[in-house]
């Protein structure tokens, strides 16, 4: 399977604690995005990377989150305290920078109860 | 500030007729709009594209036409078939904004037997 993957499928986690997800993107893609959709809307964007340099990031992303393309190769996504209103599907995607072609993972559910 | 617009939530269409989906958007900058697909506990798929400098474009069984002064485009799939039972998202790029794209809050279609 060359698609995009995410890692885990879904995480329940308890308020306060952190989480981390993971997301390997195309090998040869040198765009990798992050996305957070919540019921009844569309994804949100939250940040992109181009090859390790963070490009830009969204003021929904607030300083709990992190994300990091450490050797421009997967990336991480990391929730530091987390908060109900954190529940959301995490989509990653990538691409060879034709926004036409940005391929989407199947996504992290997070639940925090 | 929803910068895209899908305000039906929801479309029922019997087989082999036509599906029409609806989108608007505010942001003059906007100069690439594509759809997307989605089917439950999946990532959105890719659809169909068109550029600002054109008013409609076509693939096969799907056709996507866009009113720039109307600020308006619209997702024709003829015949309808029950696979294409998903929620479509309608989504939006401007050049100066790299490819971020930004959603609208979906339609799911449902194509009746």
């Known amino acids: 399977d060359t698609g995009v993957s995410q890692d885990p499928r879904h995480k329940i986690t308890k308020r306060g604690q952190n989480v981390t997800f993971r997301c390997d993107p195309i090998?040869?893609?040198?765009?990798l995005y992050w996305y957070r959709q919540t019921l009844g809307q569309g994804p949100e964007f939250l940040t992109y990377?181009?090859?390790?340099?963070?490009?830009?990031k969204s003021r929904l992303l607030s300083d709990r989150f992190s994300a990091e393309r450490p050797k421009g190769s997967f990336s991480t996504l990391e929730i530091q305290r987390t908060e109900q209103g954190d529940s959301a599907m995490y989509l990653c995607?990538?691409?060879?920078?034709?926004?036409?072609?940005?391929?989407f993972g199947s996504g992290t559910q997070l639940s925090v109860l | 500030d929803q910068q895209v617009k899908q305000n039906s939530p929801s479309l029922s269409v019997q087989e082999g007729r036509i599906s029409i989906l609806n989108c608007d958007y505010t942001?003059?900058?906007?100069?690439?709009f594509l759809w997307y697909k989605k089917y439950p506990a999946e990532g959105p798929t890719f659809l169909i594209s068109?550029?600002?400098?054109?008013d409609k474009n076509e693939d096969g069984r799907f056709t996507v036409f866009l009113n720039k002064s109307a600020k308006h485009l619209s997702l024709h799939i003829v015949p309808s078939q029950p696979g294409d039972s998903a929620v479509y998202f309608c989504?939006?790029?401007?050049?100066?904004?790299?490819?971020?794209?930004?959603f609208g809050t979906g339609t799911r279609l449902a194509v009746r037997p």
């Open positions: 090998s040869e893609h040198n765009r």
């Open positions: 942001n003059s900058m906007f100069d690439y």
């Open positions: 068109i550029s600002s400098i054109k």
């Open positions: 989504a939006a790029s401007a050049e100066s904004s790299g490819d971020k794209l930004t």
């Open positions: 995607a990538s691409s060879l920078g034709q926004v036409e072609k940005l391929f």
């Open positions: 990377f181009q090859n390790e340099a963070q490009l830009e």
